[in-house]
């Protein structure tokens, strides 16, 4: 379980204001990369809330939504995204990093310190520490990674919704067998990512 060993050590170190940047949709086909920037601060949130924070992935839809809408109400929340167009044309690795500068310049005010999920950090105006599964042992990450996450689901059910037939509801833009069968009657959207394989197969095949 997360928890909030990183953020004392910079704590101790003088940094006060610590965010945590997590990001949703690198592997999608479809949709754009979503990033999140939260800055927590435990004074203001109950032990309740930080005891059910952890990584998206592992919480149901019911329970990130509500972990969502409270911790808008009890921490600093920061949203960026980068589009298709972006994700293609500068690759999805700059795209999220994009997507977390905007999440980061998006804050109330700017953090001191952050801690980011993954390996690589993007350019920030503050110094960063990148850690690999952040989401699963920084609280921080894990309450960046539940807005991110609920940002972009959010973001694809009402694609779904504009562009029905490829189940974008459920499957959140990911490459299942319903998101590929809509492909293969409907052909590519606006809102596919054309530089990623699959898609690039498609449209080749529709060029032949």
């Not at 999140?36 to 952890?54: F, G, R, S, Y």
């Not at 009402?158 to 067998?177: C, D, F, R, S, V």
């Amino acid at each position: 379980m997360p928890d909030f060993e990183f953020e004392k050590k910079y704590h101790a170190q003088g940094f006060n204001r610590i965010v945590g940047i997590d990001e949703a949709g690198r592997g999608p086909w479809a949709g754009p990369v979503v990033a999140a920037a939260v800055i927590l601060n435990p004074k203001n949130t109950n032990d309740a809330l930080l005891a059910e924070l952890d990584d998206s992935k592992k919480l149901s839809a019911p329970k990130r939504d509500a972990l969502y809408e409270a911790l808008q109400q009890s921490a600093d929340v920061g949203v960026g995204k980068a589009s298709v167009e972006e994700i293609d044309t500068i690759n999805i690795l700059q795209a999220t990093f994009l997507a977390m500068t905007r999440a980061v310049e998006s804050l109330p005010s700017a953090p001191d310190f952050a801690l980011v999920d993954g390996n690589k950090l993007p350019p920030l105006s503050c110094p960063a520490e990148a850690i690999i599964k952040g989401d699963s042992r920084s609280l921080s990450i894990a309450a960046a990674s539940i807005i991110a996450k609920v940002t972009r689901d959010r973001i694809m059910t009402e694609l779904g919704e504009i562009h029905p037939g490829y189940a974008w509801e459920k499957n959140k833009g990911y490459g299942t067998k319903a998101h590929q069968a809509g492909l293969e009657q409907r052909g590519v959207t606006e809102h596919h990512r054309k530089s990623y394989r699959p898609i690039i197969n498609i449209l080749s095949r529709a060029d032949s």
